[in-house]
């Protein structure tokens, strides 16, 4: 199975090195890409590609997207999973970010 390299979030994963342009991917190529292979995609690609992955993980944990203080720190977890993990599947890594903060209660 050849992986295509694709963007993730630039808020997820910080500034990207790699400058090529990426074809459009079916979510189940999206799921296989790695941090590793996201930080190396375009800021704007990269952008794209970690939203529709959260949205997708929100939508099968029955939550939304958080805004604000929640979402930066959505944000922060899932750089930091991808800083220990590069090799780690995106989807896995955001989804798992989402379930951490569903057992996370909100700060008054």
């Not at 929640?70 to 798992?96: E, K, M, N, S, W």
């Amino acid at each position: 199975m050849i992986r295509i390299p694709v963007a993730v979030a630039a808020l997820l994963l910080g500034a990207a090195s790699g400058q090529a342009q990426t074809p459009p991917l079916s979510f189940d190529q999206a799921a296989y890409i790695t941090c590793r292979e996201a930080q190396a995609m375009r800021p704007e690609a990269r952008t794209m590609l970690a939203v529709r992955l959260a949205e997708h993980a929100s939508r099968h944990r029955g939550v939304v997207m958080p805004q604000g203080e929640q979402g930066a720190r959505l944000a922060h977890l899932v750089r930091g999973g991808c800083t220990l993990a590069p090799d780690a599947y995106l989807f896995t890594v955001i989804d798992r970010a989402i379930v951490s903060e569903l057992a996370t209660p909100p700060k008054r």
